[in-house]
């Protein structure tokens, strides 16, 4: 009888590992597969999803990432002048970028942890550190929804400034 528990124990482990196992396999080909399979849902300069199978965009180029960056830079670059000169608001700034899902909880807790002094900088350094693509459009978004179309169109002066 006991011999017979023991056998069913092992064999329980035995079934345990190999499903392990299994589902591990199965992740890493998942994985690889998933990676090489083209995007089902686009977007066009519009804004409108189609369903087309096909990606249309392509990789983004070496100079647009740097052109990303580079407004990053201009952004953390003013972030004082933004805190002084257009007394933007901090708190309602984190709050509203947190609500969009722009830092996470761990992010957030990170900014709220420094002194008052030093509350602003970590916001930007972590906010620059984000996807440029993704985030700069919210960030500027934001800006205007909390009311601050002013401090939107001086940061968008300044990008022409080094653009043109």
């Known amino acids: 009888n006991r011999k017979?528990?023991?056998q069913s124990r092992k064999d329980l482990i035995v079934a345990s590992i190999v499903v392990l196992f299994a589902i591990g396999v199965f992740l890493l080909v998942s994985?690889?597969?998933?990676?090489?399979?083209?995007a089902i849902n686009t977007v066009d300069h519009s804004g409108a999803a189609s369903n087309t199978g096909h990606s249309v965009e392509k990789a983004p180029s070496r100079i647009q990432i740097n052109e990303d960056l580079e407004t990053w830079d201009l952004i953390r670059a003013n972030r004082r002048k933004l805190r002084d000169d257009y007394n933007l608001d901090f708190q309602e700034l984190l709050l509203s970028l947190s609500?969009?899902?722009v830092f996470t909880a761990t992010e957030e807790k990170q900014i709220r942890s420094k002194e008052n002094g030093k509350l602003f900088d970590e916001l930007f350094d972590i906010l620059v550190h984000k996807n440029p693509k993704k985030f700069i459009p919210v960030f500027l978004h934001t800006l205007a929804e909390i009311g601050r179309q002013d401090v939107k169109d001086f940061l968008l002066s300044q990008l022409d400034k080094i653009s043109a």
């Open 4 to 6: 017979q528990q023991f």
């Open 99 to 101: 609500e969009k899902k």
């Open 31 to 38: 994985n690889v597969s998933l990676a090489s399979v083209p």
